[in-house]
């Protein structure tokens, strides 16, 4: 699939009919890391700017612009060894292709 900037990424078609039809890419938040450490192999990686951070307990909220969305969150358990992003902080964020899915639009 490609996204609004150009990007490629892998998904899962799941209510999408025909291949170059617009579509809503999903992603649940929790799926995507930005510990370089703990990506692994086959993962897709795209730039993100940090937005906003939000510290809710027992996990952070983080909402980054990524591909032209500034709407986009990521969930990271609150744990010692946790980076706590700062806005306006460039980082590399990435996920495993099977966990990306193809909406309708």
Known sequence: MRLD??????????????????????????????????????????????????????????????AGNDDFIIKTRNAPDQVRLQPGTQIEIGWMPEDCRALDA
Do not use: Q, W
């Not at 929790?30 to 086959?42: C, D, I, M, P, S």
């Not at 700017?49 to 909402?63: A, K, N, P, S, W």
């Open 5 to 66: 900037d150009g990007e490629l990424i892998d998904c899962k078609p799941i209510n999408v009919s025909k291949p170059g039809e617009r579509t809503r890419v999903s992603i649940r938040p929790e799926r995507v890391e930005y510990n370089k450490t703990r990506l692994r192999e086959g993962v897709h990686t795209l730039k993100a700017e940090v937005l906003e951070f939000i510290y809710m307990g027992d996990i952070f909220r983080t909402r980054l612009r990524v």
